[in-house]
């Protein structure tokens, strides 16, 4: 009490009145605790979202065929995934899919291009789609960006495909070939960078398409070797009891909204180091 007195008084009085009360809010602050610099951002955090892991962030997220997107405002995979990062808080997303492409597509010395079709989306509302073209490769899309995250949804055109019967059927490539082909990819993604991958689904035989469960598991083995300490990996394979035969590798339309929906669930909770 004495001390707010005497501050008082000679605030009041003293030609120094301004410094003193300066002195004053400091001996205020004095015992505070820090502030949080992402406060606004828990306040603002959606419940559904219990990891608060997405908010403020800018994130760059490429694919191949099964991440293409015929409308900004569909229901597919990929639409499912950009929603659910958009309602976590994220600041920016650029989306990036190319069909046919695969790890190799998008180093840092490549360009990945596609004659059967690309897509590209930003949460600013931007979205174009064309059958043929080419992209940024992913160094270009992080740096352009600024991303914090990269989500990567790659892996069925790594398989070797080989013909018989009518189908081709899927090979896995040995372990170090798949682990190689990964880390040349995400040894393009900064130290401070944060990164997803995610895995394929387990898919039945179709009409023209065979991977076998056994080659999915193999592939896996693969992409697990090369993200190891890098990325952290969303196992897609329990997504699915069965699938329609359709061609063997791309999911209808209904499928692909039931693989979005079970990313989307498994990201909002996801938490990673």
């Given at each position: 009490?004495?001390?707010?007195?005497?501050?008082?008084?000679?605030?009041?009085?003293?030609?120094?009145?301004?410094?003193?009360?300066?002195?004053?809010?400091?001996?205020?602050?004095?015992?505070?605790?820090?502030?949080?610099?992402?406060?606004?951002?828990?306040?603002?955090?959606?419940?559904?979202?219990?990891?608060?892991?997405?908010?403020?962030?800018?994130?760059?997220?490429?694919?191949?065929?099964?991440?293409?997107?015929?409308?900004?405002?569909?229901?597919?995979?990929?639409?499912?995934?950009?929603n659910a990062l958009n309602t976590c808080g994220a600041s920016s997303i650029t989306y990036a899919a190319a069909c046919g492409s695969r790890p190799?597509?998008?180093?840092?010395?490549?360009?990945?291009?596609?004659?059967?079709?690309?897509?590209?989306?930003?949460?600013?509302?931007?979205?174009?789609?064309?059958?043929?073209?080419?992209?940024?490769?992913?160094?270009?899309?992080?740096?352009?960006?600024?991303?914090?995250?990269?989500?990567?949804?790659?892996?069925?055109?790594?398989?070797?495909?080989?013909?018989?019967?009518?189908?081709?059927?899927?090979?896995?490539?040995?372990?170090?070939?798949?682990?190689?082909?990964?880390?040349?990819?995400t040894k393009d993604i900064p130290t401070e960078t944060q990164c997803i991958w995610i895995g394929p689904a387990y898919h039945s035989r179709g009409?023209?398409?065979?991977?076998?469960?056994?080659?999915?598991?193999?592939?896996?083995?693969?992409?697990?070797?090369?993200?190891?300490?890098?990325?952290?990996?969303?196992?897609?394979?329990?997504?699915?009891?069965?699938?329609?035969?359709?061609?063997?590798?791309?999911?209808?339309?209904?499928?692909?909204?039931?693989?979005?929906?079970?990313?989307?669930?498994?990201?909002?909770?996801?938490?990673?180091?």
């Open positions: 009490m004495l001390i707010l007195f005497t501050l008082f008084f000679l605030t009041a009085c003293d030609p120094f009145a301004e410094i003193l009360s300066e002195a004053q809010d400091l001996l205020g602050e004095v015992g505070s605790p820090p502030q949080n610099h992402c406060q606004d951002c828990k306040e603002a955090a959606n419940p559904e979202c219990p990891t608060n892991r997405y908010l403020g962030m800018k994130i760059v997220y490429i694919g191949d065929s099964h991440s293409y997107l015929r409308k900004a405002n569909g229901q597919r995979m990929g639409n499912q995934v950009f190799r597509n998008w180093k840092r010395d490549s360009t990945p291009k596609s004659t059967c079709g690309i897509t590209s989306f930003h949460s600013s509302g931007k979205f174009q789609k064309s059958t043929k073209g080419s992209l940024p490769n992913l160094s270009t899309l992080i740096e352009n960006n600024d991303a914090d995250l990269v989500i990567i949804n790659l892996g069925d055109n790594m398989f070797n495909w080989h013909s018989s019967g009518g189908l081709r059927h899927a090979r896995s490539p040995s372990n170090s070939s798949l682990q190689n082909e990964v880390q040349s990819l009409k023209s398409y065979h991977k076998s469960n056994t080659e999915v598991d193999k592939l896996y083995e693969g992409i697990k070797s090369g993200v190891a300490g890098k990325c952290t990996l969303v196992d897609s394979r329990s997504f699915f009891n069965q699938t329609s035969p359709n061609d063997g590798l791309h999911l209808t339309s209904s499928e692909s909204k039931h693989w979005g929906e079970k990313l989307a669930s498994t990201l909002k909770e996801l938490s990673w180091p």
